[in-house]
């Protein structure tokens, strides 16, 4: 059994703001991967620590950062017993498709949460469509990042490659903001959720539009991969935004190591979320309507076998 590292001072604060009461030494503990400074996966992995160590007895849950494609290695291989995953990796990853050799063993979904949005963020009034990133400087998430394949396959389906770029900067989605702020880049592709808290940082600083995702780079980009899904960005969802733009994206949900993760553990933790997952939406708003029947819906991913118990006791499946 792994020794138990006492936490911290401050996450204990932290914890105690959202209700969880000190208790005993853990019996189980599990590393939960979950994604880049800036984005939506990193607080909401905080959050769901909170709510499982409070939920789930003697549970201990460990965070690390992460991302999209890196997590389904990581929890396949065993390296992490949890992680965030974006559905169209992950579909891809159970089936053995490009960008994996070959099919990604133990994945299975505990759930799904809320939407990922493609949001092409310019501070260049002049830009209408990804078409006209042309010859322009971009920043997207690092490589092995499915944010990253998601860019290339927009610029794909708008006829443009990186070699098209005058350059192409790879960074989190805090550094990418910067980059934007001081002129290092013209645009920055992301998958994130709506609104985003350092995209609503950046409008402080600079005006910003976001680039519609056309009918026709949609059809390709489906083409491509059938889990991306037609998406709008609400109008006011930022400031100065008044209409809505049509994009593209897919459902964020947690995966689980289907072999290392018990089916009496996968239970106790669905139905700790399935009871207070509503409190992430102080994270992310949508996620405060979040149902047991949102969660169960079918991604192409298999539930881990305890999520499924605790769907149908929930009346969700």
Request: charged share 20%; hydrophobic share 45%; net charge positive.
């Amino acid at each position: 059994m792994m020794k138990v590292l006492k936490r911290s001072a401050a996450v204990m604060a932290v914890a105690g703001a959202i209700g969880l009461a000190p208790g005993a030494a853990s019996a189980e503990s599990i590393t939960f991967m979950t994604g880049p400074a800036g984005g939506s996966w990193y607080p909401l992995g905080g959050a769901i620590k909170t709510i499982l160590e409070s939920e789930v007895a003697g549970l201990d849950v460990t965070i690390r950062p992460g991302a999209g494609l890196i997590n389904l290695k990581g929890v396949s291989s065993g390296k992490a017993e949890m992680g965030w995953s974006l559905v169209m990796s992950a579909v891809d990853a159970v089936n053995g498709r490009e960008p994996f050799e070959s099919k990604l063993p133990d994945v299975c979904n505990l759930g799904s949460f809320y939407t990922n949005y493609l949001q092409v963020t310019t501070t260049d009034p002049s830009l209408m469509s990804a078409a006209d990133l042309k010859g322009k400087s971009i920043v997207t998430l690092p490589r092995g990042n499915t944010t990253e394949l998601g860019a290339r396959a927009l610029l794909k389906a708008a006829g443009l490659t990186y070699e098209d770029m005058s350059k192409v900067n790879f960074a989190s989605i805090s550094d990418g903001v910067n980059m934007l702020k001081d002129g290092q880049a013209k645009a920055m592709l992301t998958i994130t959720s709506v609104p985003n808290g350092s995209l609503l940082d950046l409008t402080n600083s600079r005006k910003i539009k976001f680039l519609p995702i056309t009918d026709d780079q949609f059809a390709k980009m489906k083409a491509m991969n059938a889990g991306w899904q037609r998406l709008t960005i609400p109008a006011n969802s930022y400031p100065n935004q008044t209409t809505p733009v049509e994009i593209a994206g897919f459902p964020a949900h947690l995966i689980l190591n289907c072999s290392k993760v018990s089916d009496d553990l996968a239970y106790k933790m669905t139905k700790a979320l399935i009871n207070r997952g509503k409190e992430l939406g102080l994270i992310v708003k949508s996620l405060g309507s979040l149902t047991a029947k949102n969660m169960a819906a079918d991604i192409g991913v298999p539930l881990h076998p305890g999520a499924m118990k605790a769907y149908k006791e929930a009346g969700a499946l």
